[in-house]
């Protein structure tokens, strides 16, 4: 902890560690992202959603400082220089490379030194990926889970400012999920910041403090999470599976329907609550030749607002 | 656990520490370590040179093409040993993971270059060790004939990595050494002997090929114009420094390319 506050001190807790300004890098197919400007703050965890191929994982590779922006600036603790901001970057990008005949405390060993991270805190960063058992073995034979785990444990180890998270929870199961989840809630307790880039929601309900959504490599909206999420008080998300012809056309003309979008299998409606509104949907689908499989409503989430902020699923 | 398993797992910690060994704290002791721990690839690497030069110094093969054949060897073994080594790593992520830390690429870069050289260095010695069995060489000679091969192990692998600069993919990466390398070994008079004079003996002596197949010649009972081996002494510690420098600079570049 103290090692911690002394690195800490050095840091401005009032000025963002993270300013991306007008950040674009598209690619020659015009895939990519930008132009892109946030902000990541001490003690947030800055999420970046969208579907794929909306751009998140390149952003997140500028903001790691992996892939240099084509236009625009990135800003690391009020500077620009990738090289220093290195030192206080913790990063876990999609793929799980390890020296793979080494185990994870080897290759948690080098991790740790290289990130400056002290010796003894390089075990407590294993047992708290639940890895430390299996510590001794070859990467190679662990499964995609464990892989991940240490993964994450080699970025999180000597807790560095910010911590820049590429789907974070690939791979992981439930205890894994809670496990990331409480890691990273006592960073932001600590003051400090993590971005993921992610399209799963629940998970970013759980830690999120801000939100951006991406949609074809542009932010169509970045807010805290708490707003988003107020923008859809008194709405339902109601998801109807069903055989035979799309009835979107049809639905979206009911009284109250919001949004509607195809997903695999069915529909997403985001609804107006009222009373009648789901009679009047399944109305409207008893006029039209298909068979009604499933219905289901529920309180709306992140995925709902992004339906309601593009029109668009964030799942197929 | 019961208490007999707990008693069972702390007796077996120290083994298991013994095992193990002191943690890899740097690159260079990591991808070492993990070179090594590949045992049957290992064995495989330090056996397919011995397959070549064994019939060649028991068969007494021409001095002038046993000697070509090892040389072409050992450009081939740092070439891509490094080139193609770095390229996979860049497709697996670990390149990735690498650029995001807090070190120098020309750091990574020659700690990358250095693990994988001595390994190949290792496959060298092995080379050497036979040819001294066999042809009971002076020791100046063979010391030097070390030190060069070591030398062109190096230059080679600072070929390899600056061709993991150009391309993402291993097999690519095999096509681009074999048209880089080709002419160099030409150029070097492996094929043909170094002319006495003009542009292609000033060449050959900047490339530590033609000395490495010169110092083979000699070890292996030849007669080729071999100089004064201070010169060669002084040639294979030019060549090392040039090829450490070269894989330091070229460190950024290698890193920035991204897969």
């Known amino acids: 902890m103290a090692r911690l506050l002394s690195s800490l001190s050095e840091l401005s807790l009032t000025e963002p560690w993270l300013v991306a300004d007008g950040l674009s890098r598209r690619y020659r197919n015009g895939r990519g992202v930008g132009p892109v400007s946030l902000q990541v703050r001490p003690g947030e965890v800055q999420a970046l959603v969208g579907p794929n191929g909306s751009g998140k994982t390149t952003l997140l590779r500028c903001l790691a400082t992996r892939t240099r922006p084509g236009t625009g600036t990135v800003a690391w603790f009020g500077q620009h220089n990738r090289e220093q901001a290195r030192s206080r970057l913790g990063v876990v990008f999609d793929a799980t490379a390890h020296a793979d005949e080494l185990s994870a405390r080897q290759n948690l060993a080098f991790f740790g030194t290289a990130r400056k991270a002290a010796r003894d805190l390089w075990e407590p960063a294993l047992e708290a990926a639940a890895v430390a058992e299996l510590g001794s ?159 289901k409503v529920r309180d709306p989430g992140l995925a709902d607002c992004f339906l309601q902020l593009t029109g668009r699923a964030l799942h197929d | 656990m019961t208490e007999r398993s707990e008693v069972a797992l702390q007796r077996a910690q120290p083994q298991f520490a013994r095992r193990t060994g002191p943690r890899p704290t740097q690159l260079w002791q990591l991808e070492l370590r993990g070179t090594l721990a590949r045992r049957r690839a290992l064995i495989i690497k330090l056996a397919f040179p011995l397959v070549l030069v064994i019939p060649l110094v028991t068969t007494g093969a021409p001095p002038f093409f046993a000697a070509m054949l090892l040389t072409v060897l050992i450009s081939m073994v740092g070439t891509i040993g490094t080139g193609v080594t770095i390229t996979r790593a860049r497709g697996s992520g670990w390149l990735d993971r690498l650029a995001v830390l807090p070190l120098p690429a020309w750091r990574v870069s020659l700690e990358l270059f250095f693990a994988g050289w001595l390994v190949d260095a290792l496959q060298a010695t092995l080379v050497l060790v036979v040819i001294a069995i066999a042809e009971r060489p002076d020791a100046a000679t063979l010391a030097t004939t070390l030190l060069l091969a070591l030398a062109a192990l190096a230059f080679s692998g600072s070929i390899g990595l600056g061709i993991a600069a150009l391309t993402d993919h291993p097999g690519e990466a095999m096509l681009y050494l074999a048209v880089v390398l080709a002419p160099l070994l030409f150029l070097s008079g492996l094929f043909t002997g170094v002319p006495a004079g003009g542009l292609r003996y000033w060449i050959a002596q900047i490339l530590p090929f033609s000395y490495l197949d010169e110092g083979f010649q000699v070890l292996l009972g030849g007669n080729p114009p071999y100089g004064d081996p201070m010169a060669f002494l002084i040639a294979a510690i030019i060549f090392l420094a040039i090829s450490v420098a070269a894989a330091a600079s070229l460190g950024r570049a290698v890193l920035a390319r991204t897969g």
Do not use: K
Not at chain 1, 179 to 196: K, S, Y
Not at chain 1, 225 to 241: H, K, M, N, P
């Open chain 1, 137 to 295: 073995e070859p990467v190679s034979r662990l499964s995609y889970g464990m892989r991940r785990r240490v993964l994450l444990a080699e970025a999180l180890v000597g807790d560095p400012a910010l911590l820049l998270l590429d789907e974070p929870t690939l791979g992981l199961d439930v205890s894994g999920c809670q496990w990331l989840a409480e890691a990273l809630h006592a960073r932001a307790q600590l003051g400090l910041a993590t971005c993921i880039s992610t399209n799963d929601t629940d998970f970013v309900e759980q830690v999120a403090t801000r939100v951006c959504f991406l949609v074809d490599g542009e932010a169509v909206r970045d807010a805290p999470l708490a707003a988003l999420l107020a923008e859809l008080g008194g709405t339902r998300e109601i998801q109807l599976s069903y055989r035979g012809s799309s009835p979107i056309n049809s639905v979206r003309a009911v009284t109250g329907v919001e949004r509607a979008a195809e997903v695999e299998g069915g529909l997403l409606i985001l609804g107006r609550q009222r009373d009648g509104l789901i009679p009047a949907i399944l109305a409207t689908l008893g006029d039209l030749d298909l068979h009604l499989v499933d219905l």
